[in-house]
């Protein structure tokens, strides 16, 4: 059994993944192709953006908006204590500090009360009010830019008041929106909730291609044209006109072929993910799994749930050939690059109580029932 079935979605799309790649084979223009500009106009339009600009990964597509906003030293961002590293990464890239905030124990994502302390403590520069990071400059306050809201497992995180908190303390919001290509909150699609988005094409994630990619979301033409810039070396009106320091982060022209591809058959593999996410829940009802709040849709990149007997379960899983993962055994303020931050070992209860408990099971859109209900049937006979 595989974990995520990538080999079945490439048999049923064979035949036009293989004519698209054939065709940029024969007009050879590898690098920013007529198909990289043709997938920007169907991300934009599936996302509801005015702009959509493709990048190499979906970590280039946060750097590159946290670049077009000036984010640098003095600077600091928000964002969850329980996500993949490179959530928090990029803002150490740019000379600026990651300020972690807890999430929430039922959707595990980014408790926007606890936001409200974050910021409320970086502008007092007060560690009681909320568990700040330690610096060098420590007598020096750090300066509140930006939001990056992590859509945890494909869920969107709660933007209506996120958004309101932002607006009221003049913040930037960027949606990592990696794992939740696909999703929705409240009717608008996951890429277009903050005041820019970003995704990743990275082979596993919802819309993957066979390597990596990325894409930002927004509807601000400064920033789009910003981004535009800085994905191609920071290039002004030509190619060695360079007007601001950027990166070499364009998508290739094979990979924007692929993608084109597999957005023909997205539509049906969201809908699918939304069938098998939902015979899990009825499964393992009585089990302690993420939450789904009314009116949020989510892409399904992976399916969790919490439980105290992670290992014992994993173990007994394989014994019957069922792979599991666990995202993520760790918090980012436990990470050893961070160690310098000097978080406290108490600082995110909720973050480290998931990531002693978490585990995913199987999830793809070409998963049948009789192997969904034999998952949960050695998961309950090893509970």
Known sequence: MQFIDLKTQYRNIENDVRQAIEAVLEHGQFIMGPEVGQLEEQLADWVGAKHSISCASGTDALQLVLMAQNIGPGDCVFTSAF???????????????????????????????????????????????????VRPDQNLPLEAKAVIPVDIFGLPADYDPLMELAKREGLFVLEDAAQSFGGSYKGRSTGSLGHAGATSFFPAKPLGGYGDGGAVFTDDEEVAAKIKSIRNHGMGSDRYDHVRLGLNSRLDTIQAAVLLQKLKV??????????????????????????????YVSAWAQFSLLTDKREHLQEELLKQDIPTMVYYPKGLHHQGVYQSLQYGENDFPVTDSVCRRIMSLPMHPYLDEESQERICRVFKQAV
């Open 83 to 133: 996500s993949f590293f490179a959530s928090a990464e990029v803002i150490s890239l740019l000379g600026a500090t990651p300020v972690f905030v807890d999430i929430d124990p039922g959707t595990l994502n980014i408790d926007v009360e606890k936001l409200a302390l974050a910021i409320k403590a970086v502008k007092a520069n007060d560690p009681s009010i909320y568990p700040l990071p």
């Open 266 to 295: 997205f539509g049906d593999e969201v809908a699918k993910r939304q069938e098998i996410a939902e015979r899990y829940a009825n499964m393992l009802s009585g089990y302690e799994l993420q939450v789904i709040p009314t009116g």
